[in-house]
Each structure stands twice: as structure tokens, then as C-alpha cells.
């Protein structure tokens, strides 16, 4: 509706006490506010949670939706939602780096990229994977778990994985 197209209607920055220099457009966005300062927030509830945050930028609704971290970026439909404390991260596309908490230094890119992973150091254009990880293309590293380190995975459904299992090769 032109309700919803006219976000200066609404409340925006609520608890703004201390910071400085941000800048929200859309209900509620960076809603609870106090003394972060130098943050974007852009779309419904984006920020809405953070307090102390700074330098962060969130474009999209729910974007940065529970963070209190400094310097993130996310842009798209609930990108980078849930992080609390992490720093640095990336979230490019709808629900990119949709469940790190405290992470740092991840960079997702594409829908549901770093999906179930709280890891730092990660690069992933296409979906989930562990920890210091890169992986390129359609679910790769996805499957392999959080205990996988430094891998590379190139290609669709390219994946690792471990069990006790022997296997004869005759």
C-alpha cells in the first residue's frame, strides 16, 4: 500500500540516545538504536535490534536484523539476520549468512549462502559450508560439516565428508 511506500510514517530510531551519523529509512529500521553510530540501515526492521553497533550498512527488509557487531554489510531479504556480535561479515542476496551469530570475516554471496554455518573466515558463492572454507557453485561444501578446515570446494554438490568406515578398492 502507499502506507507501506512512505517509510518517513514511521517510527525510525526510536532509542537514539548517543550515536551519530546513521541514517534509517523504513519502519523500524534501526529501531533500538543508542549509541552506534555510522550505520545505514534501509528496509523494515534492518538494525532493529542494534544498540552499539557501528559502521554497518543493511539494505533490504530484516537485514542485520539482530546484530549489535560493527562493520557488516548485508544486502537482501534477511541477510546476515541473526548475527549478534559478529564482525566484518558480508551478505549478499536474500537470506545470505542467514544464521551466524558471532562470526567474523564471512563473505556469502548468493540465497542462503554460509546457510547453517557460525564459522569466521568463510567465502561462499552458493550456499552453506564449515570453517575457513571456499566454495563455488550450487550446495557446494554444504555437506561437510563444521569440522572441515582450509578446503576448497569447486563445483556443484562438491562436498567432503568423514566416517570410520574401511573401504576396500579392489
Do not use: M
Amino acid at each position: 500500500s502507499l502506507h507501506d511506500a512512505l517509510p518517513i510514517c514511521f517510527p525510525v530510531t526510536i532509542d537514539y540516545t548517543e550515536g551519530n551519523e546513521n541514517s534509517a529509512f523504513g519502519n523500524n529500521a534501526s529501531y533500538s538504536n543508542n549509541t552506534g553510530s555510522n550505520n545505514t540501515a534501509t528496509g523494515y526492521r534492518t538494525l532493529f535490534a542494534n544498540t552499539t553497533g557501528e559502521r554497518n550498512c543493511a539494505n533490504g527488509n530484516y537485514a542485520l536484523t539482530c546484530n549489535n557487531g560493527n562493520g557488516n554489510v548485508a544486502n537482501g531479504y534477511r541477510a546476515i539476520y541473526k548475527n549478534a556480535t559478529g564482525n566484518g561479515n558480508g551478505g549478499y542476496g536474500e537470506e545470505a549468512n542467514p544464521t551466524t551469530t558471532t562470526g567474523w570475516n564471512n563473505i556469502g554471496i548468493g540465497f542462503h549462502s554460509l546457510g547453517q554455518i557460525n564459522g569466521s573466515g568463510n567465502r561462499v558463492l552458493g550456499n552453506e559450508i564449515g570453517f575457513d572454507n571456499i566454495g563455488i557453485g550450487l550446495s557446494a561444501g554444504d555437506r561437510s560439516g563444521n569440522n572441515i578446515n582450509g578446503c576448497l570446494f569447486l563445483g556443484a554438490f562438491a562436498n567432503v565428508t568423514f566416517n570410520n568406515e574401511y573401504r576396500d578398492w579392489e
